[in-house]
């Protein structure tokens, strides 16, 4: 079987679980979301690379962001094409791959915690060989061997499309290796990817790297500095996304917003965005990772008068305070912030709005604490996400003076998302007997579907929980909201 046949099964198994889709499971009772445990299933009872490499086994490990997914999808790819046997069961692997997140302390203790897991599997004779990829094998490159003894290879941002010669050299051979680049200056093609989100919508890589110098973040020392994607290649993914079954399309990158600039095209993002509107079968295209400073009235107007573009945008802010931002390298002001919400609110009436705000950073204090929890009240964001603040190694925050104590950091990060959740409540109340256009992302053998209207993105926000749903996954419904669940909607179908 060709590379290109094997390629074409895993397209049979996506159209497979979409037309399944009112199932819970396959046969053998394993939940629809696990797409990777299907695709793993599919392949041992076909049989279909036995031949090939006598039924190598690779167990994969994904962490991090959707970045790091779409990374993870084009490994998966690589891995499928060469003729390996993706495994639901990596802990009775022959090789295990983890590609890991390294962004903040708790990402890298994450991807720390898989890789002992899969190196004490290794010394309990059940792996064979473990293969650490992603952003921490970038940052820490040759010390993650010390770092973890029993790595097998560390494998950069750079070799990502190579990892199935890593895997074939890494089996025969006893020597851990480092497969590393400098750090990375050009963009990936991302096209040929394994999708491990469900069929119906998937991620669309528009950039890589970042060009800003925020002075609590990692990202430029990783990942280098901001590459777009030539439009043509971007809109060839899409179209390859959409013809595989993908009908929301969640536009990402360090800074969507920045897209084109580093080629000199003026309002990038947003001619970008309307040639994305013209692919036939494309229902919601969602603009994810937005740099508030970036968003401008062509933008605005472009989400507001576009047909396909969901009225949704995520907006990550930090903090409010100007001296605190200020010492972030944000170029944002408190002004500047509060009017761009009243601006998208003034343009938009039904935009739904999610954030990222950081507590603890260094020098802050109860004042400016208080200062954002008051931005917070003011601006009742849809959604929000908050993080203490970690002094990364190598960022110009880790040495400031004036670290705030982890107890503090606890205390207001508990305090600023109780105040979050009853905004976010008080909305949800708030939507009780209207109607809702619904995505209906899987459903049981009952008939219960999470499902997600326009202001609701995949994998960080709440759903909508739909009961005797009717209808396939991948497929949208008219709801009509009838109650909530704590951060979720009640809904239930309705007649179109």
Not at 107 to 129: M, P
Not at 282 to 297: F, G, K, V
């Amino acid at each position: 079987m060709s590379p290109k046949d094997y390629i074409a099964y895993f397209l049979i198994v996506n159209l497979i679980l979409k037309e399944l889709g009112k199932n819970k499971s396959f046969s053998l009772g394993l939940p629809k979301s696990k797409i990777l445990d299907h695709i793993a299933l599919f392949c041992y009872f076909h049989g279909v690379m036995a031949k090939k490499q006598k039924s190598i086994t690779v167990g994969f490990t994904s962490l991090g962001c959707p970045k790091n997914v779409v990374d993870s999808e084009r490994m998966l790819a690589e891995i499928a094409q060469a003729g390996f046997l993706i495994t639901a069961e990596p802990d009775n692997a022959d090789v295990v791959v983890i590609n890991t997140c390294g962004f903040i302390a708790p990402a890298k203790a994450e991807s720390l915690e898989a890789i002992r897991h899969a190196v004490d599997c290794k010394l309990n004779g059940t792996v064979k060989k473990v293969i650490v990829a992603g952003c921490l094998s970038e940052r820490l490159r040759e010390q993650l061997f010390t770092e973890v003894d029993g790595i097998n290879a560390v494998v950069g941002l750079g070799q990502r499309d190579n990892i199935a010669r890593i895997i074939k050299k890494t089996l025969s051979s006893a020597q851990p290796t480092a497969y590393l680049n400098r750090r990375p200056h050009t963009t990936s093609d991302d096209r040929t990817r394994l999708l491990i989100t469900p069929s119906h919508w998937a991620y669309l890589r528009i950039s890589e790297g970042c060009n800003h110098r925020c002075s609590f973040c990692t990202i430029p020392a990783i990942r280098g500095p901001f590459r777009s994607k030539p439009k043509e290649l971007v809109l060839a993914e899409a179209a390859e996304l959409v013809s595989a079954g993908a009908v929301e399309l969640n536009i990402i990158a360090q800074d969507t917003t920045y897209y084109g600039r580093d080629l000199k095209i003026k309002n990038g993002l947003a001619a970008l965005v309307s040639e994305l509107e013209k692919i036939t079968d494309l229902a919601w295209i969602r603009l994810m990772y937005l740099y508030p400073a970036e968003i401008d009235a062509r933008l605005i107007e472009t989400v507001a008068k576009g047909e396909k573009i969901v009225h949704y945008l995520d907006i990550p802010m930090q903090h409010i305070n100007g001296k605190i931002l200020k010492a972030m390298r944000r170029p944002d002001t408190k002004d500047r912030l509060c009017r761009l919400i009243e601006n998208l609110r003034s343009a938009v009436s039904d935009i739904v709005l999610r954030t990222t705000l950081i507590i603890g950073f260094p020098g802050e204090t109860d004042r400016q604490f208080n200062e954002l929890l008051d931005f917070v009240k003011w601006a009742e964001f849809d959604a929000l996400g908050c993080f203490k603040f970690y002094p990364e190694s190598g960022t110009g925050a880790a040495d400031m003076p004036d670290q705030v104590p982890e107890k503090i950091k606890q205390q207001r990060l508990e305090e600023l998302m109780l105040t979050q959740q009853k905004i976010a409540f008080a909305k949800n109340k708030n939507r009780i007997g209207s109607e809702l256009t619904c995505l209906v992302d899987s459903v049981d053998s009952e008939g219960l579907a999470p499902g997600r209207f326009y202001g609701q993105a995949p994998d960080i926000d709440s759903v909508c929980i739909i009961k005797n749903c009717s209808a396939s996954s991948g497929q949208f419904i008219n709801t009509k909201v009838v109650g909530t669940e704590d951060y979720d909607l009640l809904v239930e179908q309705i007649s179109s």
